[in-house]
């Protein structure tokens, strides 16, 4: 992995700015939940997925097509959340948070309004210590009903996969967000006006290909917001933000943790 590469004079613009900021945004992608051994999904098609794209596996077609390898491909997936543990980097987020918002209020004149959007379905920001999590792809450990999109938290477990509704006798179905299918229009509604007032805009560990997530970071841009990213990589986004922390997450937000905090 490689290491951070950023200078110091950066870090203590941030600092001055995030010092001041009204309104906090991050959002976040898969590349904050690598350093949690949870795979991007570009990452994730080795091995035993090595023959599938997430197209033939995270669409609504996909399901119909072969509702039991959509759903043992997610038995897996559900597995490592499981298994996995916040790493650093969402740790730091959670601190970010608790320092910007009314905790810290002891310390701080004032109180920072801080939202964290996320495209990731593990639920480890939540688990991490964050509050202020909108959820704009659902969430892994939840199920529902593929028909109706009823949600179920418990069925009678079968030989065979997926599942039957305990309502309508259809097939249950993670709650995710499939390529192709609408966002939840409230969590949508509520990232894009975070987005619009934020007046510095995190985009972490995201590709930015995936819509209308990507236009995230634009409408902040729009709003005016300084906008932060931090990837290993160069992402569409690179060119309009006005800063690269260049470096894994899980070693980039510790360091700017640790700067503010100092
Ligand atoms: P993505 O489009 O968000 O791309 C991953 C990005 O993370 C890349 O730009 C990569 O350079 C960057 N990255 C890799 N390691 C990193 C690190 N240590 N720190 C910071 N950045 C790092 O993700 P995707 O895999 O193409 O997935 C698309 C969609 O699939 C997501 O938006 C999400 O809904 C879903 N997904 C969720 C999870 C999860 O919940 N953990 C995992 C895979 C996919």
């Known amino acids: 992995m490689t290491e951070p590469t950023f200078s110091l004079s950066i870090l203590a613009d941030l600092i001055k700015i995030l010092q001041t900021a009204k ?3 991050v959002l976040t992608g898969a590349g904050i939940s690598a350093e949690s051994n949870i795979p991007t999904f570009r990452d ?53 948070e608790a320092y910007l918002t009314k905790d810290a209020l002891r310390t701080r004149h004032y109180a920072t309004g801080f939202t964290l959007i996320t495209q990731n379905v593990d639920g480890l920001h939540q688990r991490a210590g964050n509050r202020s999590v909108i959820e704009l792809h659902g969430n892994i450990n939840r199920t529902k009903c593929f028909d109706e999109g009823v949600i179920v938290d418990s069925w009678q477990p079968t030989e065979d996969v997926p599942p039957p509704c305990p309502y309508c006798g259809g097939y249950l179905r993670p709650d995710v967000v499939w390529f192709g299918e609408t966002l939840p229009p409230q969590a949508l509604a509520a990232a894009f ?13 995201t590709s930015g290909l995936v819509q209308p997530a990507a236009s995230l970071a634009y409408q902040a841009i729009q709003g005016g917001a300084v906008v932060v990213e931090i990837n290993p990589d160069v992402t569409p986004l690179t ?16 360091i700017l943790m640790r700067a503010l905090s100092e």
Do not use: C, M
């Open 44 to 96: 994730a098609q080795t091995g035993l997925w090595a023959k599938y794209s997430p197209e033939e596996l995270a669409t609504p077609q996909a399901f119909r097509r072969n509702p039991r390898l959509v759903w043992e491909w997610y038995a897996w997936r559900r597995a490592l959340v499981a298994q996995a543990q916040p790493n650093p980097g969402h740790l730091a987020l959670a601190q970010l």
């Open 23 to 25: 309104n906090v945004v």
């Open 239 to 254: 060119n309009s933000a006005t800063y690269l922390l260049q470096g894994p997450a899980g070693q980039v937000l510790p």
């Open 193 to 205: 006006e975070a987005a619009d007032q934020g007046d510095v805009f995190f985009s972490i560990g």
